[in-house]
């Protein structure tokens, strides 16, 4: 029973738990954040907030290459640390200055904390076994 309770009948893989969470992290950030900038990018809207005084189109750019380039680095596993660096950064910008570090009220910071945890977990672990950087 309590080999039941502490799931020890699933095997550890922390190699397998990397790729799971590049999978994750990237795709999610790519495909609902960075897909419909560039989309906007495209149409030509290129309305964003000048967060960091470099102006609106630098830093839709900055996002776009953030959430996209460096996203589906991560997803692949190809760079893997400075993606995830690059990534920290961007999403710490949307945490610290855009929603001011709140993790509660309406217009929280949550899921930007979230990413900015994902981004150090695979700064410091790397991209594990499954990924280019290893071939």
Same mark, same amino acid.
């Given at each position: 029973m309590?080999?039941?309770?502490?799931?020890?009948?699933?095997?550890?893989? #922390?190699?397998?738990g990397l790729l799971l969470l590049r999978l994750v992290f990237g795709? #999610?950030?790519l495909?609902?954040?960075?897909?419909g900038k560039l989309l906007n990018l495209i149409n030509d809207r290129t309305s964003f907030p000048?967060?960091?005084?470099?102006?609106?189109?630098?830093?839709?750019?900055?996002?776009?290459?953030?959430?996209?380039?460096? #996203?589906?680095?991560?997803?692949?596993?190809?760079?893997?640390?400075?993606?995830?660096?690059?990534?920290g950064v961007n999403v710490s910008v949307a945490?610290?200055?855009?929603?001011?570090?709140?993790?509660?009220g309406p217009t929280n910071g949550e899921l930007p904390f979230l990413y900015l945890a994902g981004a150090v977990v695979l700064l410091?672990?790397?991209a594990g076994k499954y990924s280019i950087d290893k071939k």
């Open positions: 309590q080999k039941f309770l502490r799931l020890e009948f699933i095997p550890a893989n #922390s190699d397998l795709g #999610s950030l495909w609902l954040h960075g897909w000048d967060v960091i005084g470099i102006g609106h189109v630098p830093t839709l750019l900055l996002a776009i290459f953030a959430e996209v380039v460096c #996203s589906a680095l991560v997803i692949v596993g190809a760079f893997t640390r400075m993606a995830a660096v690059i990534i945490f610290f200055i855009v929603h001011r570090a709140r993790l509660t410091v672990a790397g």
